[in-house]
């Protein structure tokens, strides 16, 4: 399967401005250095994120977002002890963005720390920390950011402290500046230990460490499960002299079992006193015990790093004593090579354009089609048996009063319905949160979960059972509307709304679905679903003479719920396909998901002829002209869909049906089509020459690119892109394939895909001397490349080239539509061409 199939990472989802856009910078850091004793410190490294963001852990899945790397560079006056421990509120688990890969990372804020002996405080200490941080619908390549600190010997628990913005620092400011707000300053020291020994006789010993903790804080089990705190253990250094004897043991009557909030699982701790205690057999009486005894606190809301604490034991003198200290080293890296990618003609040129196009504007999310989407399932909602006979039921009832007061009364009522189904999709957002919504869209289990949901859903349209809410439900609503009053009509509508939920729970719960992926789609598509159930009751209570027009009560409204059955079985296969794609089974490729859409709407089609029947179906002696009609476009939508199935000779692939975009999977991801070869004798020349989206051709590399572009006398598209980003996905699937647009890039342009989240390393690790920044590999070279030349960090973005570098049109961010692609893309080249380009690309056909 492609690698374009990771449906996860999302780059970017917005809609930008490349001249008022600015970089995106989430991820504020700061230090802190921290002397504990003689030349003995501790160095924090602090990320406070932006609301939303996040970064990884130094443990999180290298094949899903970039784990955070701490780094030093080498040097004789001090060295590292121990590994970087790291200290915030750490979340695991499956990962949207990263085809749910299992990922650590940390909101809000997360301290790095390492312990460090220094023996020349009066030199420099150079680290840096190389991150990658994404909120929930996109990500920002990784970055480094460098510190230079100088501890200039201070004393006791003096810190010095600075912040560090991807830049070096020389020195730092005071501690007041840090901007680390509401921590306590100076050295925290809750727990307090004290040894004693116990003599068991026959060479065995028993250690005890007594733990007293400050009010409010807490330290853990050693018995609690991984990647959680860091366990309380008494840890040896490994001697023939000794040898440990039975289990830690753990006495205290301050155990807690519960919950916690800062590592979200299961945790045994203890606060006030609590004793540790380790039996220990000698074996030579001469040999000094030694080890650790370590442990890690933390109170409500954050934790201090854990805890070594160094102790040793003399059998000979029976003296066993505790002592700060701590442990082992690790490598640094180096500086790399500097390279300048800034290109100034690029920078100027894209200030004013030679094409007066392109420019994308910022704006918000247009919810007017999630609100038309729920009108639209609130129609439906009313042609289904348990909504339409309550119209003129409930209208009959305004109606015997005064014309005015029915009216009131009507209107009550259906406002009821809307503050109803409003409010439930208030509290789904509540409930799940705005974020848990989003990430709906591409979580497998999610998705599979919703397949066999609207399985069910579909099931029951067809009359082999119901959905219901429980009876007492409607019983009780009902009894509270005989009230009277405003109560009492509320409740008439609520009633409403629990009898009807056969009929209406498979409509809302696949509105919900659909609408979830934005943080107010619930909200709009329930105001459109009650909006389009409440209209009818107000207007007929207003017109009563109306409820003449409207069709008797029959079999076509059983028929209405089959058709909306075959429709949500056909849903169905759509987040199947989503959880397939996410997790690469390869179970629902393009000619199965087609097939089952081909063989659901031709048994839709049977059905509307009166050749299928289901359990609830009465006899159909002869169709309505409304039943031809509906059958007839119901044979029509067969037709088309088997047209999917044709080849496109100009892909190489199956000819994707504009009315499926979004729904059905990639036409390329199939199971029976070869991909096409590339041109060996381009490649040859031009290493990164490759088969990009849509069986494009295309190069990796800018320099190889422009090379080819002066070559052929052809403006180049740069594409800014990941593996994973969604959006570029979009448009690579949803407009590239359309053949006006597609024939525009591949024969008058030259396609640059630059992928700003590749992996692969670089032969040298390279130093931007314009951001001051190392650039590991290749996603960070092409990442610099964009922001140095275009002053963006997110994908996709688009830019038109001409050969001798100058910019034809303002940058374009994603925005769906063919027409204002195609057009972009033809301003560029009426630019290039006006500019002296011979625009020859498409009469001579040059097709590399």
Request: glycine share 8%.
């Amino acid at each position: 399967m492609h690698k374009a199939l990771v449906l996860s990472l999302l780059f970017t989802a917005s809609q930008l401005n490349p001249v008022a856009a600015q970089v995106l910078e989430p991820v504020h850091w700061s230090y802190a250095l921290k002397n504990t004793g003689g030349q003995n410190f501790e160095l924090v490294l602090s990320a406070k994120m932006d609301p939303g963001w996040a970064i990884y852990s130094q443990s999180s899945d290298p094949n899903a977002a970039q784990p955070t790397e701490i780094s030093f560079t080498n040097a004789p006056h001090f060295d590292r002890t121990g590994e970087v421990a790291e200290l915030g509120k750490k979340k695991q688990g499956p990962e949207p963005l990263f085809d749910n890969l299992i990922v650590s990372k940390y909101y809000d804020r997360v301290d790095f720390v390492q312990k460090l002996v220094i023996r020349d405080p009066s030199l420099p200490i150079r680290v840096s920390a190389y991150f990658m941080s994404c909120d929930d619908s996109k990500c920002i390549p990784p970055a480094s950011v460098d510190f230079e600190i100088t501890p200039e010997k201070p004393e006791g628990n003096q810190m010095v402290a600075g912040t560090g913005n991807a830049l070096l620092i020389p020195g730092g400011p005071s501690l007041d500046e840090t901007g680390v707000d509401g921590d306590e300053p100076g050295l925290l020291d809750p727990v307090h230990l004290r040894s004693e020994l116990k003599d068991l006789g026959g060479g065995t010993f028993t250690l005890i460490v007594h733990a007293t903790i400050d009010p409010g804080w807490y330290i853990y089990s050693h018995y609690i499960p991984e990647d959680g705190p860091i366990p309380s253990a008494f840890e040896f250094t490994a001697s023939d002299g000794y040898q440990r004897s039975g289990k830690l043991v753990e006495e205290s009557e301050h155990k807690i079992e519960q919950f916690d909030e800062i590592f979200e699982m299961q945790l045994t701790k203890y606060k006030t006193l609590v004793r540790f205690s380790q039996d220990i057999l000698i074996n030579d009486p001469a040999a000094l015990v030694s080890g650790f005894f370590t442990y890690q606190t933390c109170d409500a809301t954050r934790c201090l790093p854990p805890a070594n604490v160094a102790f040793s034991f003399d059998p000979a003198s029976r003296k066993f004593s505790l002592e700060t200290e701590s442990g082992p080293a690790a490598s640094p890296s180096g500086d790399g090579t500097n390279i300048d990618q800034l290109i100034p003609k690029l920078v100027e040129t894209q200030k004013a354009p030679a094409g007066n196009c392109g420019e994308e504007r910022l704006e918000g999310k247009n919810h007017w089609w999630t609100f038309i989407f729920g009108f639209l399932g609130g129609l439906l909602a009313l042609l289904t048996p348990c909504v339409f006979p309550m119209i003129p039921l409930t209208v009959s009832f305004f109606t015997k009063d005064t014309k005015r007061k029915g009216l009131h009364n009507a209107l009550i009522y259906g406002l009821s319905i809307i503050v109803i189904y409003v409010a439930i999709g208030l509290l789904i957002t509540a409930v799940f949160g705005a974020t848990a919504l989003n990430e709906l869209s591409t979580n497998w289990i999610a998705n599979t979960l919703f397949f066999i949901i609207f399985i069910l859903f579909a099931f029951s349209f067809f009359g082999y059972y119901e959905i219901t809410l429980p009876s007492s439900w409607a019983n009780k609503s009902d009894a509270l509307s005989d009230s009277g009053g405003l109560l009492g009509i509320f409740f008439m509508a609520f009633t409403l709304a629990i009898v009807s939920f056969s009929c209406t729970g498979p409509i809302i719960g696949s509105a919900i679905v659909q609408s979830a992926s934005s943080k107010m789609g619930p909200f709009v598509v329930m105001l459109g679903f009650s909006t389009a159930l409440a209209i009818p009751f107000g207007f007929f209570a207003a017109f009563p003479a109306f409820l003449n027009s409207l069709p008797k009560s029959g079999s076509w409204m059983n028929s209405v719920k089959v058709v909306l059955g075959f429709l949500e079985l056909a849903l169905a296969f759509k987040f199947l396909s989503v959880a397939d794609m996410v997790q690469h089974w390869g179970i629902l490729g393009y000619e199965l998901f087609m097939g089952a859409w081909v063989i659901i709407f031709a048994l839709m089609t049977l059905y509307l002829f009166g050749l299928l029947r289901f359990p609830h179906d009465s006899p159909l002696k002869r169709l309505s002209a409304t039943r031809w009609g509906f059958a007839l476009a119901s044979l029509a939508a067969t037709v088309y869909l088997i047209t999917g199935f044709t080849y496109n000779d100009e892909l190489k692939t199956y000819r994707s049906l504009k009315l499926m975009s979004g729904l059905a999977p990639p036409a390329y991801y199939n199971y029976f089509l070869a991909e096409p070869e590339l041109d060996a004798s381009i490649r040859e020349r031009y290493p990164s020459f490759s088969m990009c989206a849509n069986n494009l051709n295309c190069f990796k590399d800018y320099y190889e690119g422009l090379a080819f572009a002066r070559e052929k006398n052809k403006p180049m598209l740069l594409d800014f892109t990941g593996y994973g980003c969604v959006n570029c996905r979009k448009t690579e699937e949803h407009i590239w394939v359309d053949p006006s647009v597609r024939s525009k890039i591949a024969n008058d342009y030259v396609l640059v895909s630059l992928y700003v989240d590749d992996r692969a390393p670089l032969e040298q690790e390279l130093f931007s001397s314009v951001r001051n920044t190392r650039l590991r590999n290749v996603g960070n070279k092409w990442a610099d490349f964009q922001i140095v030349n275009f002053n963006q960090n997110s994908q996709p973005l688009y830019v038109l080239v001409s050969p001798d570098e100058q910019v034809l049109a303002k940058p374009r961010g994603y925005r769906e539509g063919v027409e204002s692609y195609a057009s972009f893309l033809e301003c560029g080249l009426e630019a290039f061409r006006k500019a002296g380009g011979s625009g020859e690309g498409r009469q001579l056909g040059l097709i590399y």
